[in-house]
């Protein structure tokens, strides 16, 4: 990867950043003024100014952070002991004008902090999975293979790599396929299955496992992949001290036209030409505390959004953590179910 590759000038947006971060991979951007090294903005930056209702059209220098951690040449071999002391995963190293030179990735898997994210994982694992139908006539949806295995198990494995070793899966449609599956592969971690008799939607299955979670678990929908660090997700989880978390996607939607705006007249009151708009989408990731599956009727369907909704009323604190676009992954349609087999090939 090329320096210029991280490179942002400071007078860019905050969603130029945030598409380049995506492309970069790296969590990091290196902010230059008439080409010298001045700052560095990262996701967690970015993700901060938004939640404090910050414009994605400001200027990165708002955001940035100007004391930023970097290497001169001379000290280059210390690179790998500081990325490690202040958990950068990539380190600019700079010549005697603050230009960068180099930048030091931070590919060794050894000197990454061990992950022990170790709370439960609930994968909600019982739809029909009518959009994907006819490959739902055959198999139940979290078996339908993305590559080599399948999307249940992608799910697994990624929780599993940031330290989390108990999964229940709540399963109805084709259940005992499911189970023969998960009984069949070797495996580091511990599933358990609770059965719906009945379709009790997103959150009623929750209800199942009344007495069997007594700490802060995270809820999954079994046809999305996040690519984001749910350590990080956890910790923000409970600073906030939120009942629920709900991991939101910011889409970013451009109309192709240009928009007016009339009064109560049917005079035009404004124009704007293909504009852009944000908005927070639900992909179908939360964390919550064990009292809503204890405040929970047995056996009755409800939705988890509606679940949400009661809490909300009732003044109870729900947060959001938001990623970027590219860093959620549904398979949920066709078409987006090809566009993760192709981007999980990219990545291994």
């Known amino acids: 990867m090329d320096v210029v590759d991280f490179l942002i000038d400071e007078e860019s947006t905050v969603l130029n950043a945030m598409e380049q971060l995506d492309k970069v991979a ?41 004391n930023p951690k970097f290497l001169y040449e001379a000290e280059k071999n210390k690179a790998k002991e500081y990325m490690k002391k202040y958990s950068v995963e990539a380190l600019p190293v700079l010549d005697k004008d603050r230009n960068i030179i180099s930048v030091v990735l931070w590919n060794d898997e050894q000197i990454k902090p061990k992950k022990n994210l170790d709370v439960p994982v609930i994968i909600m694992a019982g739809g029909l999975g009518t959009r994907l139908y006819p490959y739902t006539k055959i198999l139940p949806k979290p078996l339908i293979p993305i590559g080599e295995i399948p999307i249940a198990e992608h799910i697994i494995n990624r929780f599993n790599k940031f330290g989390c070793r108990q999964f229940y899966l709540v399963l109805n449609h084709k259940k005992n396929t499911i189970k023969a599956y998960f009984s069949d592969i070797e495996r580091s971690y511990s599933v358990d299955y609770v059965e719906e008799q009945k379709p009790l939607g997103t959150g009623g299955g929750l209800s199942l496992l009344k007495g069997k979670i007594p700490s802060t678990f995270i809820i999954t929908n079994c046809d999305i992949l996040i690519d984001e660090d749910y350590e990080k997700i956890y910790n923000y989880h409970k600073k906030m001290g939120n009942l629920i978390t709900m991991v939101c996607s910011l889409k970013n939607i451009k109309i192709p036209y240009g928009v007016i705006e009339i009064n109560d007249k049917g005079e035009i009151e404004k124009m704007k030409e293909k504009p852009e708009l944000m908005y927070f989408v639900n992909t179908g990731m939360y964390l919550a505390e064990p009292k809503i599956i204890e ?29 970027s676009e590219n860093s959620w992954m549904d398979m949920g349609q066709f078409e987006e179910m090809e566009k993760m087999k192709r981007r999980l090939e990219k990545d291994e």
Do not use: C, M
């Not at 996701?43 to 220098?61: F, Q, Y």
């Open 26 to 66: 790296k969590k990091v951007l290196f902010v230059v003024k008439g080409g010298h090294f001045v700052a560095a903005i990262t996701d967690g930056d970015i993700r901060r100014w938004i939640l404090k209702k910050g414009k994605l059209d400001a200027k990165v220098k708002e955001v940035a952070n100007y």
């Open 295 to 323: 405040d929970l009727e047995e056996n009755q369907p409800v939705e988890f959004p509606d679940i949400i909704e009661k809490y909300k009323s009732k003044g109870e604190k729900i947060g959001i953590y938001p990623i």
